[in-house]
């Protein structure tokens, strides 16, 4: 079946100069490479493709185009709210659309938040609070060592070297770097030393995981007393991705169990990655949620989706057709709508 589909995204040389002043801005945003592969593959599934770059003008666009189905992966460019801007304008125009809707959407880039809604869950998460300045933190609050980080933000934004602090001292430094640059509260998290991974699901009624990938330093990778993956080691590509993760039966289940435990009490849709990392005792605790995971050819769900067998055209055929799922009246082909529509 031939659809005609919208692709929104957000480019990363479009990143408006406002706020280029962290050299991670653009971590999120795509690269015309990541567009064009996306584009050929929906093309080479049968399927006409229309870019949609977010911009001032996406919204009239978007009340005039003419798309069966929009496959979604914009970002927007700032506000805690980015992520959500683009389904609520599809929702308001009732353009059908993959991935999950707005209020999932900021669940999730609202971290503290999103642990709330997975602990209310019976989840086990990372403790953490919240701080906008110093002296709202209380001392008898924290023990260190503590990971500080934007409330706020994905693909390792806001992570550095020193995001993982010992005593107030450091502490005060790292929460003052946050708050300056990059306009939110942090995110005063215990520091989990184990080991981290990161689970795919796709699908909705039965969503499906893919293979558990594992993320550790790499051999250039600066040995540390507890390995972080930040901005640095991502824009270096210092890290080591094993996939499938080398566990044995028990972690991988309750990982995996606690993967979609995540996936529907958030009620992500289509596609999300969950990421999880084991605490001193070697149990898994949930940290976040990427409910508009990366599809370049080296992000983590394209290589979760190679380690499961899949090429990338059979990745974004899995999830425009969990979306399918949820429009079945795209399901039923030009002459049935038209009859059906009257």
């Known amino acids: 079946m031939e ?10 040389s479009d990143c408006p100069s406002k706020i280029q002043s962290n050299e991670d801005a653009s971590a999120e945003f795509e690269s015309a490479e990541t567009v064009e592969d996306i584009v050929l593959a929906l093309t080479s599934l049968g399927h ?19 798309v069966d189905i929009v496959f979604n992966i914009a970002e927007g460019w700032w506000g805690r709210n980015r992520e959500a801007l683009v389904p609520a304008l599809l929702e308001f125009y009732e353009i059908p659309y993959t991935g999950s809707d707005p209020l999932t959407l900021g669940l999730c880039l609202d971290k503290a938040l999103c642990k709330k809604i997975a602990e209310d869950a019976g989840i086990a998460a990372a403790w953490g609070i919240t701080a906008d300045g110093f002296n709202s933190i209380k001392a008898d609050e924290l023990k260190y060592p503590v990971f500080v980080k934007p409330n706020a933000e994905g693909s390792s934004k806001g992570i550095r070297s020193w995001s993982l602090v010992r005593d107030r001292n450091e502490l005060e430094i790292s929460l003052e770097w946050v708050l300056r640059n990059y306009g939110q509260c942090a995110l005063i998290e215990e520091f989990l030393p184990g080991r981290e991974f990161t689970i795919a699901v796709i699908g909705n009624k039965t969503p499906t995981t893919l293979p558990i990938m594992e993320i550790l330093p790499g051999e250039k990778c600066a040995k540390t007393n507890g390995f972080i993956y930040s901005f640095e080691t991502k824009s270096s590509n210092l890290e080591q991705l094993l996939c499938p993760a080398p566990i044995d039966e028990y972690l991988q289940n309750r990982l995996l169990d606690m993967a979609l435990r995540v ?11 969950i990421d999880f990392r084991l605490d001193r005792s070697g149990n898994p605790r949930f940290l976040e949620v990427n409910p508009l995971p990366g599809l ?23 999830i425009l057709s969990a979306a399918l799922e949820r429009y079945p009246e795209l399901s039923m082909g030009n002459h049935a709508k038209e009859a059906a529509l009257g």
């Open 296 to 318: 370049s050819r080296v992000s983590l769900l394209t290589l979760q989706a190679q380690a499961a067998g899949m090429t990338f055209d059979d990745l974004l055929a899995a």
């Open 3 to 12: 659809l005609k589909i919208g692709l929104t995204y957000n480019l990363k």
């Open 48 to 66: 006409t493709v229309i870019s949609l770059p977010y911009n001032p003008a996406l919204p009239k666009i978007l009340s005039e185009v003419n």
């Open 263 to 273: 996936f529907q009490a958030l009620n992500c849709r289509d596609v999300a990655r």
